[in-house]
Every structure is written in structure tokens, then in C-alpha cells.
């Protein structure tokens, strides 16, 4: 059964209107972590899959906890990158609805690592209003607002307004010529930056935790993939994913 908050947030003052309710399953305590919003289109392209996944779990190295409305694409990248313990899904329907069904098992496990929270009591269906309603608290939370790919129709672009509304910095990344059509429109009148520098945005935001500098150490004794896996799980698929790693002979050698 969902809770619900029984205490402030100061983040979400800058809302039109404060939630009436809201409810949570997880780990409050994530509320209290500096906080960073992602977003972006249900249909990345192969660019942004890639530069979403390793913007969010660099963010998430240094600490910051990612904040996103868990739907198909740019939404998932983000809360898997970052790690179902450093994620924080708003939804916009009750919480005994898992949706979309297709992010069923990334939804259990940020409710049972992370922090799941809706504005909505349970049985209550996601609707048009509900998820502008949620797109309004996913960008309240965080910091800054990362818009990494949104068609010149997508829904991104009221999360964009409600950030710029809020005097929040609004970063997306480059595109090329016909691609992500909306947040380029943007980028020309000014309204929103690109991130054209990856490690210097990164370190805005402080330096790698220790434990990350831990396992950069323990890839250099170049150990088997199967002893990696079983020490360090989802870690290592990121860093496969992300092409630091090479598998050869059933060994990772960093690269």
C-alpha cells in the first residue's frame, strides 16, 4: 500500500499550485539529495539512447539523483542509468497501476530501491490532465532540466515551458539537421543550452564518489566477466553499454 508525504518539499513551491496529496512508494529519503530532471521523446534515436544513458549515470556517480516520469525512451534511459536506487519515477495515475505495463519491471524495482511518487489515489487511471500534471512535478524537483530529444510536437516541450517558468536551466544535447526539431528551435531563440562539453557539464556537479573510483580500480586487475557481474551487477552492463569495457576471453579489460 502507498504512503503518503506528511512533510514539505521544498522543490515543489514552485509549482502553480502545490499537490493536494501525494503519495510515494520507496525511499524518501531521496527527496533530500540534490536532484537533476530528465526527459525526452518516447522514440529515441541510437545518439540519444546512448548520450541519455551516459549523462544520467555520470550525474548519478557524483551523487545526483535523477528524476523522471518513467515512461517508454528517454524516461527509462534515465532511471536505468542512474540506478534503480538513485531514481525518483513520478507517475501519472494511482500507484497500484504499474504503466506503462511495458516498464513493469523497472517500476518494481525503483519501488522497492527508489522513490515512486504520484499526486493520484490508487484505482485513479492515467489521463491527458494527470500527465501534465506529473510533468509538472518532474520538472520541479530537479535542479536543472535535461531535455535530450523532443519533436517539435512533443510533450518535452511543455516540461521545457514549465522549467523556463520556473527560472530553471533547460540543457539539451546537439542534433543534427532535422532531428529533435524542438528543443533546436529552442536553442536558436536562446531559450535552452546545448551541452557541447560532457566532462566540463559533469563537473559542475562535483566529483566521481569513491566507490566508483573502487571499481575503476578493481577492472584494472582485469577479472573475469562472470566474477564482475556477480561483485558489481548492473554496473558493469552500464559500462559495457556505454563502451568503457572490452570482453575478451571472458575477461574485461578497460578501455
Known amino acids: 500500500m502507498p504512503n503518503t508525504i506528511n512533510f514539505h518539499i521544498k522543490e515543489l513551491d514552485s509549482m502553480k499550485n502545490y499537490p493536494k496529496e501525494l503519495f510515494y512508494k520507496g525511499n524518501t529519503n531521496l527527496l533530500q539529495n540534490r536532484k ?10 541510437q545518439y540519444t539512447v546512448q548520450l541519455t544513458h551516459k549523462i544520467s549515470n ?5 551523487d545526483i539523483t535523477i528524476v523522471s516520469g518513467v515512461a517508454m ?18 507517475i501519472a ?9 511495458v516498464n513493469t519491471k523497472l517500476i518494481k524495482e525503483i519501488e522497492e530501491k527508489g522513490l515512486i511518487l504520484s ?4 484505482k485513479e487511471k492515467a489521463r491527458n490532465y494527470t500527465f501534465v500534471h506529473r510533468n509538472e512535478i518532474v520538472v520541479s524537483l530537479g535542479e536543472v532540466l535535461i531535455v535530450t530529444q523532443a519533436d517539435e510536437k ?12 520556473m527560472g530553471k536551466k533547460v540543457y539539451t544535447i546537439p542534433h543534427r539537421l532535422n532531428e529533435s526539431k524542438g528543443t533546436q528551435a529552442l536553442v536558436a531563440k536562446g531559450l535552452i543550452e546545448p ?5 566540463n557539464f559533469f563537473n ?23 566474477e564482475a557481474l556477480k561483485k558489481y551487477g548492473d554496473k558493469i552492463l552500464e559500462l559495457e553499454l556505454e563502451g568503457k569495457i572490452q570482453i575478451s576471453n571472458g575477461s574485461i579489460r578497460p578501455i
Do not use: M, Q, W
Not at 499526486?119 to 490508487?122: I, L, N, S, V
Not at 512533443?154 to 517558468?165: P, T, V
Open 36 to 45: 537533476v530532471s530528465i526527459v525526452g521523446t518516447r522514440k529515441p534515436s
Open 93 to 101: 495515475n494511482g500507484l497500484d497501476i504499474r504503466y506503462p505495463a
Open 119 to 122: 499526486a493520484y489515489k490508487e
Open 204 to 226: 559542475n556537479f562535483g566529483k566521481i564518489k569513491k566507490a566508483c573510483d573502487e571499481l575503476s580500480s578493481y577492472l584494472n586487475t582485469f577479472p573475469t566477466y562472470d
Open 195 to 199: 551541452i557541447y562539453n560532457l566532462e
Open 73 to 90: 525512451g528517454v524516461d527509462a534511459i534515465a532511471h536505468k542509468a542512474a540506478g534503480s536506487s538513485n531514481t525518483i519515477a513520478v
Open 154 to 165: 512533443s510533450g518535452s516541450l511543455r516540461s521545457i515551458d514549465y522549467a523556463l517558468k
Open 58 to 62: 555520470e550525474l548519478s556517480k557524483r
